[in-house]
C-alpha cells in the first residue's frame, strides 16, 4: 500500500528534501514495487516521480503516457522532447538540495545502484546532492507486514516437512544397496510443493558429495549423480505459498546415507554450525539493547568463526540475503564479504543466515531464515537451527 505520510516521516527522518523515483522501461524495479505499479504494467517511457520531505508530490511523464502514475497522488506534468524532460527534472527539484535515489557510490551496492550515470549526471547538474535510498527503500518494499509474516511461516511449515519426504525416499531407495538420483530427490520435492500450493522460482538444490561443494549447484542431465549409502548429501530449497503478495522461506539442511556420520564431515558441519548460530547470536544481542546493526556485522560474526577455525578460503559467498516476495528480495544482505553492506537490519525484515565451507570433495551450509518483528523481537523460523547432519540409518 502506498502510504505518502510514512514515506515524508522517513524522508524527513533521513534529514533529506526528498526522494526522486525513476524508471525507464523497467530497469528500476525498487521503484515500481515501492509505487506498487503491478508487474505487467508496462512503459515505454521515462518517468520521474518526487516525493517531497512535505508537500504534494509531483510526477513528470511523456506526452503519449500521460496516465503513467495516475495510481499515486500528486499533479503531473508532461513532456514530449528531451529538452522538455531535462527543464521537467529540474521543475520537479527546485528548492531541493539533498534528495534520495536508487544509486550507491561506486555502485558498491549493485542491489541498490539502478539508476543509471548520465541520469544521475542530469540530477546532479540542478545543484542536487544525492545519497542512496537503500534504508528508504527497504522500508516501503522489503518490511513485511502481518499478512507477509503470516504467509511466511505457513510456507516454513511445508519447506521443513520437504526434508521429512526427501530424507525418506533417499532412505527408501537406498536401502539395501539401492540408488537413487539427485533429479530425482529434486522431484520429489516439487511434488511436495506442488501438492501444499508452494511455488518456487527454481527447482531445489540435491548436491551429492562434490557437488554439495559448488554453492550453486544444479542437478541437470548432464551432471545429473546417483546418491548410495555412505554418501553425504545437501539440500537447499524454497518455496512460498501460491497467494498474492506471499514471501519465501529458504532451508539447507544436509544428510548421510547412512548409520555413523564420519568425523570429517561432523567436524566442518560443527563450525559452520557454530559460525551459523554466531550470526544469531549478533542479531539477538544488537536487538535486545536496541542497538542500530548493519548487514556486514552480522556476516563478521558468522565469518570470523569459520576463519578462526582455518577454513576462511573456502567460505566464498556472504553470510545471507534478504528474503521476499523474490527468494533473493531488495532489504539488507547479510555482507561483508561481496559488497560491504551498510543498510540497517530494519524491523519487519526477514533474512537468510547460510554459512557455509565447502571443500573440493564436499561442502556444508546450514541454513535458517531469520525475521525481525515490529516490536524487535527476533525470530528463527522453520524447523529447529539443525544441530548434527542426519544419519538416515539408525
Not at 547470536?281 to 546493526?293: D, F, G, T
Not at 556485522?297 to 565469518?303: I, T
Not at 523460523?381 to 542426519?390: A, D, H, R, Y
Request: hydrophobic share 40%.
Amino acid at each position: 500500500m502506498f502510504d505518502l505520510a510514512a514515506m515524508q516521516a522517513a524522508i524527513r527522518d533521513e534529514n533529506l528534501d526528498g526522494w526522486l523515483l525513476y524508471d525507464f522501461r523497467g530497469l528500476n524495479v525498487l521503484a515500481r514495487r515501492v509505487l506498487n505499479m503491478p508487474a505487467d504494467h508496462f512503459l515505454s517511457r521515462r518517468w520521474f516521480y518526487f516525493i517531497p520531505a512535505q508537500d504534494e508530490p509531483r510526477k513528470l511523464s511523456h506526452r503519449i503516457e500521460p496516465a503513467s502514475l495516475q495510481h499515486v497522488p500528486g499533479p503531473v506534468e508532461l513532456y514530449l522532447r528531451w529538452q522538455e524532460l531535462e527543464a521537467g527534472v529540474g521543475k520537479l527539484l527546485q528548492g531541493s538540495k539533498k534528495i534520495a535515489m536508487e544509486y550507491v557510490p561506486r555502485n558498491a551496492n549493485p542491489y541498490i545502484s539502478r539508476v543509471d550515470a548520465g541520469t544521475i549526471e542530469l540530477v546532479r547538474s540542478f545543484g542536487v546532492d544525492i545519497v542512496s535510498s537503500g534504508d528508504l527503500v527497504q522500508l516501503f518494499e522489503a518490511c513485511w507486514d502481518d499478512e507477509q509474516w503470516a504467509l511466511h511461516l505457513e510456507a516454513a511449515k511445508y519447506t521443513a516437512t520437504a526434508y521429512d519426504v526427501a530424507f525418506d525416499f533417499i532412505r527408501q531407495k537406498t536401502k539395501g544397496g539401492g540408488a537413487v538420483r539427485e533429479t530425482e530427490v529434486q522431484a520429489v520435492i516439487m511434488d511436495h510443493f506442488k501438492k501444499n500450493r508452494l511455488l518456487t522460482d527454481h527447482p531445489p538444490i540435491v548436491g551429492v558429495g562434490p557437488h554439495s561443494g559448488d554453492p550453486h549447484y544444479a542437478p541437470g542431465p548432464q551432471n545429473d549423480a546417483p546418491i548410495r549409502q555412505g554418501d553425504f548429501v545437501l539440500i537447499d530449497l524454497w518455496a512460498k505459498c501460491d497467494k498474492p503478495r506471499a514471501v519465501y522461506s529458504d532451508l539447507t539442511w544436509t544428510c548421510f546415507v547412512g548409520k555413523e556420520v564420519p568425523a570429517k564431515y561432523r567436524d566442518i558441519f560443527d563450525i559452520v554450525a557454530r559460525a551459523r548460530d554466531a550470526a544469531i547470536a549478533k542479531v539477538k544481542s544488537a536487538y535486545a539493547v536496541r542497538q542500530p546493526l548493519r548487514g556486514w556485522e552480522v556476516d563478521l560474526a558468522a565469518r570470523d568463526v569459520i576463519e578462526r577455525a582455518g577454513y576462511g578460503q573456502y567460505f566464498v559467498h556472504r553470510t545471507g540475503h534478504s528474503i521476499g516476495q523474490e527468494t533473493h528480495g531488495n532489504g539488507a544482505n547479510m555482507d561483508g564479504l561481496e559488497t560491504r553492506e551498510e543498510r540497517r537490519v530494519l524491523p519487519r525484515t526477514c533474512f537468510s543466515i547460510e554459512p557455509g565451507i565447502y571443500l573440493p570433495e564436499f561442502g556444508v551450509r546450514s541454513e535458517v531464515n531469520v525475521f525481525v518483528d515490529k516490536q524487535g523481537q527476533v525470530h528463527v523460523t522453520g524447523p529447529t537451527p539443525q544441530t548434527e547432519i542426519v544419519a538416515l540409518f539408525k
